[in-house]
């Protein structure tokens, strides 16, 4: 057996082997190895149903399964090893409208990333689906090119490919532990001896957790059991095949949360159940190869009924086998494929629910992420650092249960799931909730989506439209924008760098100009290797040597991670946790100083206190540093607090404020509000797709500074030209349904962009959009086109900033000139 290799793949499922296959094909073939416990294929990977579907409204998952069904289309040929691969295409039905606009949203993203997608009336589904009974269909959607594969065919081809090319595979050989080597990277202890390697990934199904236990890493990976049904041979479908009919594709009654599909001239139904249990909560056995569990049909009864109604010849044949085996889950359904935190060089494509769709796209960007240093499409959908420790055990369960019975429900863009919560919530949250907010969830934390005032039901009302909390969030901007308005960030991601090498650290490793004065703030981003936009950051300078960070609260753990890859490792710079120890309150509305000086005696005007700095004041009794920054382009303060002053600081500020109007306001709110200042988001509109002067972020890039991480790259990437460039957009003719993001943009038909998100503001009164699009669009006045639920708008390019473009408010100088 080796002893030495660049990488050490755990697991021989189609996930393990496929990204063997990927490093074998980067050049790395004769330096990686993979070790599996069983045979390949014993875990998860035998028993699925092979099913490929192309459809995910997450883009970077969309990108991923794109990839694998473009890679299986070629295997055989490339292998000589036969997939199985039935390119018999797929057939979404809708039920209702809303479903229909899921599919109208799903079917943008799907035009910007190239799949090809149709809509189907009911007539087009008889035609290709003729045992489909249409009653009760609005419509539906056909993919003609996925379909299904056999799974273990897939991988024995994926393992021949990177054979081919070098790779090692050894079978019935046991990882045991795993430990950092004296070199920097790792040793792999087997049952048949120890590999020391650089990387190790691990892929090992339903054992994700007990291997990253090796490691010290808490994987919010727990699986849920899943079942499918095959049937006896129906007689029609006997007939179809003799008269050399072409296969159907495969059904899915999203409404009904099953799908359906031909196998050996009968059927297989797979339902997505309410109530399956999580599995192997504390891992399997290790001898767990190829177990399966008793079926349970009372949960598939609902399911099998719809389907009888929906293929009335379902009803007509016997059950041959049920398969109910354990499915891999992750808190939202998609799986974790990227670099662990904490520890370096592990990997992690784990938690894959939709494995064997997912399993090409996951190895493709792994190899790039190992070999080049960084993955080449946005990852930030399927990034395991985008989970936190609050993902514990008792979180997974439930978390988990629900994403499994959440697959075919409507995926809302306002959707807020249910399970585990509240979890993490701000001092505040029951004061809050009384003035009625509707919370939703980030990071595990509780945070107000809206308030519900004037006798509007304090729920949510989801929808791919205005919806029930659109005149609420007109009233939260309204008041903000007379008055002033309260908005909890507790959720915020919050550090301090420290030491006698942190400003050294800090300015090679953003690409903005440290802020000089103490108490200046800087909005500085870190860069990946190559030059897209990576973490954003609020960055206070508190010291000489000392530097406090704020970034969005989703994004706590890939952020902290960034830096502490990034840091020196010599103890010249401290990297200090403060996320929970430290809340904040915004007060942002013109009359935010009158309200504050009510309760502090320091100076807050504009030359006292000017924009973009920070002091540490007292406000009632609370210690409190108080930066006048905001995200919604209003004069405010941030006040960062420490958590135990939060109901001080709430109850003074409420106190305080109202003869002056003070009212809460909510994250949705925030959001219309940033569209209008053409705020740019990290995972949106700022990318590691797009260079940072696509994201026309030019005013905070520094490039004369001196080197910082990402600068050459950035500098080559501007030389050789950008594709891209990021505008605001005004959308015409908008009824009731605003851009949600990943919207087509279009002229004369043709593809020129995508929008990354889109609102109405309410102050310039205008529907609005962010969006992508080719440099020679770009210029304000430029018209193209929008598609919104399946609707083609007239859009055009307007200067960024629509509501106050010269900061006038922020800097409260309204109507002076400067
Ligand atoms: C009933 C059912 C139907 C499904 N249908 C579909 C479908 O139609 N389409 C789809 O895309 N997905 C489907 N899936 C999901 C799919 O099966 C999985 O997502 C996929 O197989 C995951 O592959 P994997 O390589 O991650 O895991 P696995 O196939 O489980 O492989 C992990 C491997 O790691 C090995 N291993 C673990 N620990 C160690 C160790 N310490 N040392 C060495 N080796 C180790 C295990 O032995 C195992 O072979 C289905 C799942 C189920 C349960």
Redesign the pocket.
């Known amino acids: 057996m080796k002893t030495q290799a660049k990488v050490v793949v755990?697991?021989?499922?189609?996930?393990?082997v496929s990204a063997l296959y990927h490093l074998a094909k980067k050049g790395w073939g004769d330096d990686v190895v993979l070790?599996?416990?069983?045979e390949l294929?014993?875990?998860?990977?035998w028993?699925?149903?092979?099913?490929?579907p192309l459809f995910n409204m997450s883009y970077s998952v969309g990108q991923v399964h794109k990839y694998s069904v473009n890679l299986y289309g070629g295997l055989e040929a490339e292998t000589g090893q036969p997939v199985g691969f039935k390119r018999v295409g797929n057939l979404r039905l809708a039920m209702n409208d809303d479903r229909m606009d899921e599919y109208y949203q799903y079917a943008a993203t799907a035009r910007t990333i190239g799949i090809n997608v149709e809509f189907l009336e009911t007539a087009d589904i008889k035609r290709l689906w003729p045992l489909c009974n249409t009653d009760g269909l609005v419509g539906g959607i056909f993919h003609p090119d996925d379909g299904?594969i056999q799974?273990a065919d897939l991988t024995q081809a994926l393992a021949k490919g990177a054979r081919n090319r070098g790779a090692t595979i050894y079978r019935h050989?046991?990882?045991m532990a795993i430990e950092q080597a004296t070199s920097g990277g790792w040793v792999v202890t087997t049952d048949k001896g120890d590999i020391t390697c650089d990387h190790v990934i691990s892929?090992?199904?339903?054992?994700a957790r007990?291997?990253g236990a090796m490691v010290g890493l808490d994987i919010p990976v727990i699986p849920v059991e899943?079942?499918?049904i095959v049937t006896e041979p129906h007689p029609e479908l006997e007939k179809r095949k003799a008269e050399g009919l072409p296969e159907m594709g495969v059904l899915r009654e999203s409404d009904g949360s099953w799908y359906l599909r031909e196998e050996n001239n009968g059927f297989i139904l797979?339902p997505y159940e309410k109530g399956a249990p999580a599995c192997y909560v504390d891992g399997p056995d290790p001898r767990a190869?190829y177990e399966l569990f008793q079926e349970d049909l009372e949960r598939l009864e609902p399911h099998i009924e719809a389907a009888m109604n929906r293929v009335p010849a379902f009803a007509e044949v016997g059950i041959k086998k049920v398969?109910?085996?354990?499915?891999?889950y992750t808190p939202d359904g998609n799986p974790i494929i990227g670099p662990a935190w904490d520890v370096d060089n592990f990997w992690l494509?784990?938690g894959?629910?939709?494995?064997?769709?997912?399993?090409g796209g996951a190895g493709w960007q792994l190899a790039e992420w190992i070999v080049e240093g960084e993955p080449t499409i946005d990852m930030l959908g399927v990034e395991p650092r985008r989970f936190g420790d609050y993902a514990t055990k008792k979180y997974l369960i439930e978390k988990n249960e629900e994403a499994y019975s959440h697959v075919f429900i409507i995926h809302y863009p306002d959707e807020e799931r249910p399970a585990c919560r509240p979890l993490r919530t701000a001092p505040c949250y029951e004061r809050m909730k009384a003035l009625g907010a509707v919370f939703g969830q980030k990071f595990g934390w509780e945070r107000p989506n809206f308030f519900a005032t004037g006798g509007m039901a304090q729920q949510d009302d989801w929808s791919f439209r205005r919806s029930a909390w659109f005149e609420a969030i007109r009233k939260e901007v309204a008041n903000t924008t007379a008055n002033v308005g309260l908005l909890d960030m507790t959720a915020f991601a919050k550090c301090r760098l420290s030491g006698p090498g942190a400003e050294t650290f800090l300015d090679s490793f953003v690409a903005n100009s440290l802020p000089k004065k103490l108490g200046g703030i800087g909005l500085c981003h870190a860069l990946n290797q190559a030059g897209g936009i990576h973490s954003e950051f609020t960055i206070r300078r508190e010291a000489n040597d000392a530097f406090y960070l704020v970034s969005a609260g989703a994004l706590q753990r890939l952020d902290h991670d960034y830096i502490r890859r990034c840091m020196p490792r010599d103890g010249s710079v401290e990297f200090t946790q403060l996320t929970g120890a430290i809340g904040v309150l915004v007060v942002a509305g013109p009359k935010s100083r009158q309200l504050l000086e009510r309760l502090t005696d320091a100076d807050l005007s504009n030359g006292a206190f000017p924009w973009l700095t920070a002091q540490d004041i007292v406000v009632g009794a609370a210690p409190v540093n108080a930066m006048r920054v905001n995200y919604v382009g209003e004069l405010g303060w941030e006040l960062h607090h420490r958590i135990e002053y939060q109901n001080h600081l709430f109850d003074a500020l409420m106190a305080a404020g109202s003869d002056l109007e003070l009212q809460p306001f909510g994250i949705r709110a925030m959001d219309s509000m940033r569209f209008e200042k053409s705020y740019r988001m990290v995972g949106t509109e700022l990318s590691i797709e797009y260079s940072a002067y696509e994201s026309a972020m030019d005013r905070f890039i520094k490039p004369d500074k001196g080197d910082f991480l990402g600068r050459d790259a950035l500098m080559a990437w501007r030389e050789r030209g950008l594709d891209n460039l990021l505008v605001t957009l005004e959308v015409h003719d908008v009824a009731d349904a605003d851009a949600l993001g990943n919207n087509a943009l279009t002229r004369n038909g043709e593809i020129i962009g995508r929008a990354t998100g889109g609102g109405f503001g309410f102050r310039v009164d205008k529907s609005l959009a962010l969006g992508m699009v080719r440099p020679e669009f770009a210029e304000p006045g430029s018209e193209i086109e929008i598609e919104i639920l399946g609707q083609n708008h007239r859009a055009t390019v307007i200067p960024d900033s629509p509501f106050d473009p010269r900061n006038e408010r922020l800097r409260d100088v309204i109507g002076t000139r400067d």
């Open positions: 755990i697991g021989g499922g189609v996930v393990g070790v599996e416990k069983g294929t014993s875990g998860s990977t028993h699925a149903a092979g099913l490929l299904y799974p050989t046991r990882v892929a090992t199904g339903n054992y007990q291997t899943h079942q499918y797979g190869e398969y109910n085996g354990a499915i891999a494509s784990e894959h629910s939709f494995g064997i769709t997912a399993a």
